[in-house]
């Protein structure tokens, strides 16, 4: 299981209850501060991984968009775009594909919370969004963060329309949750 977007770990938990020893879960969540909070919170599971790395449609690039300020308290980042602040510590931007052939597997399932930013991580799962040993994918389509343009405003639509190209039943469970199966 892939944990997008992992904040505080709280489905990170329930997937590791969910795998067992028998799986393994991938925390990718980008702030320090968070990725602490998942360790305290799921201690002691030698089948969790919590990475740095966040998902996107590009490798290697630090994060797009984002204007760096030194604070007491680390580094602030300021996406003017979205309107958003958060502190990250040192984090890279890796393709779902490169990932994939680094852990030398495709995850089974996929949760992606990563605020306004699906479509840019789902173009960088590229061939391993159509594999067939990824079977879920759910998605937090996070409305609020999305540009007021037009393309952004269609988001929603073309993830659901990606995912349907690429062989998977979809369902909105509700107006920001995006469920996608595939047999």
């Known amino acids: 299981v892939w944990d997008v977007g992992a904040g505080d770990g709280t489905f990170s938990e329930l997937f590791c209850r969910l795998v067992g020893s028998d799986g393994l879960v991938y925390a990718f969540e980008p702030q320090a501060a968070l990725r602490k909070i998942i360790r305290e919170r799921v201690p002691n599971r030698g089948w969790l991984r919590v990475e740095s790395i966040m998902l996107g449609e590009c490798d290697g690039q630090s994060l797009p968009d984002v204007g760096a300020q030194s604070t007491h308290s680390g580094v602030e980042t300021t996406n003017a775009k979205l309107g958003v602040t958060a502190e990250f510590g040192p984090a890279e931007i890796w393709r779902g594909d490169t990932m994939c052939d680094r852990l030398g597997r495709v995850p089974n399932v996929l949760k992606v919370a990563v605020q306004g930013f699906e479509e840019q991580l789902l173009a960088g799962m590229g061939t391993k969004l159509a594999s067939q040993g990824l079977r879920e994918v759910m998605i937090e389509v996070n409305f609020p963060t999305l540009p007021f343009r037009v393309a952004k405003s269609m988001a929603p639509r073309r993830i ?13 469970v509700d107006e920001l949750h995006l469920f996608a199966t595939r047999s």
Not at 160 to 172: N, P, Q
């Open 160 to 172: 659901d329309g990606l995912l349907g190209a690429m062989g998977f039943r979809t369902k909105w």
